[in-house]
């Protein structure tokens, strides 16, 4: 059996450089053109393969590597939020490697949202213990980290199934954002790659999160498909999630995470396929297994978390509605919000979260708002996501922002419209108190 082998005669290429399993001898190799060699003796295949697959990872490590020495040298407070899938055990483990979970140059932090696998938590503490560093966990707001009855009663037990919106809102985003911002992250480590699909196909190493002030995001494997990053485990024996030898190719909240195929047929078990590993290793297949059955109120399939859809790393620099600096006024306790519905006067309450950027969005339209009716009636805001239960009891409030007309009795009127324009709010305001 004959074999072509067609080397660019361009090129001198040095033994250093050829493959061993082009090499026919000890004999330098000076020049290759096209030559006809048998096979058996010259050409190794599958040595060849592993070879170049060895040489690609060896690439990728270094350049991982250097973007995330560049994540912890160059910035401060470099904070890698761990969902703890294969992409990110790898970041673990090179981020351990380097030495920087140990001096504290980059801190973990994950996000509970109380709905996970209850292996994840579980393998939390395997990573902790053989990397020797401690997460800083998140959860929703006002909630004792793993009180999930605390919670439910709080949020109710079915948000996700009434609001899923609501539900990445409180549960992932508010969260995520609270922690970098606890954490003053300024640059973000993350795991998130192009071979996982559309909505990711052009990230690069780094990039500037939409954050004023400019917060850096790391992406350390943005290059690596799926078959590196289980590559890598294999070779340095990194721990990895346990579901993964159950069939899942990824690991999100249990309640829309499935299998792959989901008779659990493939599965990675220490270093071994078994089943079609194609079915979890072609391009966008990652996380085909996440999401199960949700959608959007567009109607569309829900594809991300809500953590890393555009905006989602905002933290918030300044509170909104400053007191005094504009028509607006500031509600700053639970007193002050019940001595407006005692008053015995017509009022609007606006009430919003710092971080939110639907509240953000509608700043500048209640303030002129205010101006435009601040002879008829006074219009407050009162920040409401550190005062929930107050809020949900008082000002019609399970979302920001939530805008009430106080009527003399004391009753709060909610606006239901997502039109938040002056022109609408004083509509409403007449209607309600005509």
């Not at 002030?213 to 690596?224: E, Q, R, S, V």
Request: with cysteine.
């Amino acid at each position: 059996m004959k074999v072509i082998v067609a080397l660019s005669s361009l090129f001198s290429v040095s033994l250093a450089f050829v493959p061993t399993a082009f090499r026919r001898s000890n004999t330098p190799v000076k020049k290759l053109s096209m030559v006809s060699v048998e096979a058996d003796t010259v050409f190794d295949q599958e040595q060849y393969i592993a070879e170049s697959k060895e040489m690609r990872l060896k690439h990728l490590e270094e350049q991982a590597m250097f973007a995330l020495k560049i994540a912890c040298e160059n910035y401060g407070n470099a904070v890698f939020p761990n969902a703890m899938i294969a992409g990110d055990v790898v970041i673990t483990d090179l981020l351990a490697r380097m030495g920087y979970l140990k001096d504290g140059k980059a801190k973990i932090m994950v996000v509970d949202t109380f709905h996970l696998f209850p292996e994840t938590m579980e393998f939390l503490k395997i990573l902790e213990d053989k990397y020797e560093f401690k997460a800083e966990i998140f959860c929703a707001d006002g909630i004792p980290i793993g009180d999930k009855a605390a919670f439910d009663k709080r949020y109710g037990a079915d948000l996700w199934k009434e609001d899923i919106d609501e539900y990445d809102r409180v549960c992932k985003v508010e969260p995520f954002q609270r922690g970098l911002k606890t954490l003053k992250t300024d640059c973000m480590i993350n795991g998130r790659t192009r071979w996982q699909g559309a909505e990711r196909a052009w990230i690069n190493l780094f990039e500037n999160a939409p954050i004023g002030g400019g917060l850096a995001k790391c992406n350390p494997i943005a290059y690596w498909t799926l078959e590196d990053t289980f590559d890598y485990i294999t070779k340095y024996k990194v721990p990895y999630h346990p579901l993964h030898e159950k069939g899942y190719p990824s690991i999100g909240d249990a309640k829309d995470t499935i299998a792959v195929p989901d008779d659990g047929s493939v599965r990675y078990v220490n270093g071994e396929w078994f089943g079609d590993k194609t079915i979890w290793l072609d391009y966008g297949k990652e996380r085909i297994g996440r999401f199960v059955g949700l959608t959007k109120k567009d109607g569309s399939a829900k594809t991300e978390c809500g953590i890393h859809v555009d905006g989602a790393e905002r933290t918030w620099e300044r509170d909104l509605w400053e007191e005094g600096s504009g028509a607006v006024k500031k509600l700053n306790s639970e007193d002050e919000a019940a001595a407006i519905l005692k008053s015995g006067k017509p009022a609007i309450v606006t009430v919003y979260a710092p971080w939110c950027p639907y509240s953000q969005a509608m700043e500048d339209s209640m303030e002129e708002f205010a101006k435009q009716v601040g002879d008829q009636i006074d219009v407050y805001s009162f920040r409401g996501d550190d005062k929930r239960e107050y809020v949900m009891e008082n000002l019609n409030t399970n979302s920001f922002p939530t805008i009430n007309v106080i009527k003399p009795d004391g009753t709060a009127v909610k606006y239901e419209s997502e039109v938040r324009t002056p022109e609408a709010f004083t509509k409403f305001m007449e209607e309600t108190l005509a």
